[in-house]
């Protein structure tokens, strides 16, 4: 089964600290992207990545970090310095130059507290 | 003002009805419209893609760009109660490289 699975479904942590989204796709996609959803709005960019090891910042990209050591896998850290965090976060990956394409993952629930 | 513009409903409509989903948008240079189907809690599901003006039909969906008006609109036919959800438009330059610009979403619910 091709697809773009991200964990935990939901996640709860305490205010101060930092919390790492999972995204792994297997669809052989060399674009992985992440974005962050809050009610009644839609999607923002927070990062993206076309190549292994190399990544660009979305628009909202401030208290985020990610890396790409992997072709699959694309994980998102959710730092302290980030004032809003809680959110849907929704990861998405597509062919390189086809980003009009996206394929999103079910996405991951983060309520900080 | 926000580059992509849709109405966040919610609306309703009965079983059978046509449905009319809209989008404005100000970037004559986007090129690429894209609809995505968004249920409850889950990952936005891409539903068709459009390249340029003109129409796209797949099965009960038609997609239609009017980039002299900058106005997009999904049509579904027939509308079943399993299409309730919400429906987010996207849109893209050709130069973009990666980003998509969406609109909020538009809330659609469909009563037996």
């Known amino acids: 089964d091709g697809g773009i699975t991200q964990s935990p479904k939901y996640l709860f942590r305490k205010e101060g600290q930092n919390v790492t989204l999972s995204c792994e796709q297997n669809l052989n996609h060399d674009a992985m992207y992440w974005y962050r959803q809050d009610p009644g709005q839609g999607l923002r960019l927070i990062y993206y990545?076309?190549?292994?090891?190399?990544?660009q910042k979305g628009d909202i990209a401030e208290g985020y970090s990610v890396s790409r050591e992997k072709k699959e896998s694309f994980p998102l850290t959710v730092t302290s310095a980030q004032k809003n965090p809680t959110a849907f976060y929704l990861c998405?990956?597509?062919?390189?130059?086809?980003?009009?394409?996206?394929?999103f993952g079910p996405g991951t629930r983060l309520t900080v507290t | 003002q926000k580059e992509v513009e849709q109405d966040p409903g919610p609306l309703s409509v009965p079983e059978g009805a046509i449905v009319s989903l809209n989008c404005t948008y100000s970037n004559s240079a986007f090129q690429y419209f894209m609809w995505y189907r968004q249920y409850s809690r889950k990952g936005p599901e891409l539903l068709m893609y459009t390249y340029s003006s003109g129409n796209k039909e797949d099965g009960r969906f038609t997609a239609q760009v009017d980039k002299s008006s900058k106005y997009i609109s999904l049509f579904i036919r027939d509308s079943q109660p399993s299409d309730s959800a919400t429906y987010l438009c996207a849109m893209s330059a050709a130069n973009s490289g990666y980003a998509l610009n969406f609109g909020k979403g538009t809330s659609l619910l469909v009563t037996p």
């Open positions: 990545s076309q190549i292994v090891n190399d990544f």
């Open positions: 998405a990956s597509s062919i390189l130059h086809s980003s009009y394409e996206q394929y």
